[in-house]
C-alpha cells in the first residue's frame, strides 16, 4: 500500500463537531477508511455495502479475508435492511443494551456483500453507545464496517494514539475522541441458533444477557478457558498470538497467597536472567522486586478499561515478560481473562 499522511483530528465526544464529522464521512463516502471510537476500543470503518473499500481494512490490518467484521448502526430501519430477520429474543437484548456493547450476529439480507461477512450468510451487527461513531454513521448515511483499528494480532486500541502508533502512513484519518468507556470489544453473540451461542465475550456478561432471555451458552473454544489444574506450556512456535505486546506475557492463577509467593518468586528469577519485568496485579498489597508495577484496578470496570493500555504500556517500557496476575471468572472478569489468555505465551496455576 501507498504510504498516506495520517491526520489525527482532536474532536468532542460529547458534542462532535459538525465540521469534523462532515469531513470524516465524506472520505467514508468516497469509499476511505477512517479510524473512530467507539465505547468498546477504537475502530477502522468503512462503508460496509462497499466490497472495495471492504477490501482496504482487511489489507490494512493484515487480517485473514474470512474473518468476519461487524457492521455498526444508528438506527433500527438501517437493521431490518441488513438482517432477513430479527427473533423476538433478538429485540428484546437489543431493547436493554443497544446503544452498548454487544453484537448479535443475524441471518443477514441480499444487500451485505460477503466481504463484509468473510463469505458467511450471517451479519454481526452493533448499534455502538458512543456520539462520534453514531454521528458519523448516520452523517455517511451507510451502515460503517469497523474491526478492531489495530494491526491483526496486537492488543486492541482504546485511544488516538494506540491507533497511530500502529497504522500512521496506512490510515487517513483517526477522530481521536480520548480514551474509550469500556476497553474491551463487544460481547458476540450468535442469535441464529436455538440456544444462543456467546462467541466473545465482552463489554456485556453472560449473566446480564441471561437475566434478559434465559439461557445462552459459552461457545465449546471458550470453555477450556477455566479447566485444567496443571501447568500449561504452550510452546513459542504453537503460541496463538492475539491481544499480544512484544512482551512475553506470564499469567499466574490460583488463590492470593500461593499466586503472590509464585509472582515474587518468578520475579527474582527472571531478574536473575536479566530480564526487564512488568507485573500487572489487581492486589495493592503486591510488592514484587520488579522494574514496574502496573496496578490493574480495583473494579471490573477499571481493569477493562486499562487493560489493553496497560499491555501496551509495557512494549514502550521495552519491558521483557509481563507477569500477570489472574482474576476471577464471574461476569466481565470471564471476558478480561479471555485476552489475557490470548496474549499469554504461558498460564502457570499454583
Ligand atoms: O467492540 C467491538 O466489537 C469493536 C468495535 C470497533 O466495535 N470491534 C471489534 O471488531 O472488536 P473485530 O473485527 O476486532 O472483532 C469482530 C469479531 C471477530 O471475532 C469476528 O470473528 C466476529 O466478531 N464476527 C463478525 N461477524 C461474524 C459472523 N457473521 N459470525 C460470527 N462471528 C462474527
Ligand atoms: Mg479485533
Excluded: C
Excluded at 441458533?193 to 473454544?221: A, M, N, Q, W, Y
Aim: net charge positive.
Amino acid at each position: 500500500m501507498k504510504p498516506v499522511k495520517t491526520e489525527v483530528l482532536r474532536i468532542n465526544s460529547r458534542r462532535p463537531n459538525d465540521s469534523i464529522i462532515a469531513r470524516a464521512s465524506k472520505l467514508i463516502n468516497s469509499g476511505e477508511i477512517v479510524a473512530f471510537p467507539t465505547e468498546t476500543v477504537y475502530g477502522l470503518g468503512a462503508n460496509a455495502l462497499d466490497p472495495s473499500a471492504i477490501s482496504k481494512i482487511y489489507q490494512m490490518k493484515g487480517r485473514p479475508s474470512d474473518n468476519p467484521l461487524i457492521v455498526h448502526i444508528a438506527d433500527m430501519k438501517t437493521l431490518r435492511g441488513l438482517v432477513s430477520e430479527i427473533s423476538p429474543r433478538a429485540m428484546r437484548i437489543i431493547k436493554k443494551f443497544w446503544p452498548g456493547p454487544v453484537t448479535l450476529v443475524l441471518k443477514k439480507s441480499k444487500i451485505v456483500p460477503k466481504v463484509t461477512t468473510g463469505g458467511l450468510d450471517t451479519i454481526a451487527v452493533r448499534m455502538p453507545r458512543n456520539r462520534i461513531a453514531l454521528a458519523l454513521i448516520k452523517k455517511s448515511g451507510f451502515p460503517i464496517a469497523a474491526p478492531s483499528a489495530n494491526i491483526s494480532g496486537r492488543p486492541s486500541p482504546t485511544n488516538a494514539s494506540h491507533v497511530k502508533d500502529d497504522l500512521d502512513g496506512k490510515v487517513k484519518m483517526i477522530l481521536d475522541g480520548g480514551s474509550t468507556e469500556i476497553g474491551i470489544e463487544s460481547t458476540v453473540i450468535d442469535m441464529t441458533l436455538r440456544t444462543p451461542v456467546i462467541l466473545r465475550p465482552g463489554g456485556i456478561s453472560k449473566e446480564s444477557i441471561e437475566d434478559e432471555i434465559g439461557e445462552v451458552r459459552f461457545h465449546d473454544s471458550l470453555l477450556g478457558l477455566r479447566r485444567s489444574t496443571e501447568k500449561i506450556n504452550k510452546s513459542p512456535g504453537m503460541k496463538y498470538r492475539h491481544y499480544s505486546p512484544n512482551a512475553r506475557v506470564v499469567i499466574v492463577e490460583g488463590s492470593r497467597i500461593r499466586a503472590k509467593a509464585k509472582i515474587i518468586e518468578l520475579t527474582e528469577k527472571l531478574k536473575d536472567e536479566g530480564k526487564k519485568v512488568s507485573i500487572m496485579t489487581a492486589s495493592k498489597s503486591l510488592k514484587p522486586n520488579a522494574d514496574s508495577v502496573q496496578y490493574m484496578g480495583n473494579t471490573l470496570d477499571t481493569i477493562a478499561r486499562n487493560l489493553f493500555a496497560n499491555l501496551r504500556k509495557a512494549d514502550s517500557d521495552h519491558i521483557d515478560v509481563i507477569v500477570v496476575q489472574g482474576i476471577h471468572y464471574n461476569n466481565t472478569g470471564f471476558a478480561i481473562m479471555n485476552r489475557l489468555k490470548k496474549a499469554a505465551a504461558e498460564t502457570i496455576k499454583v
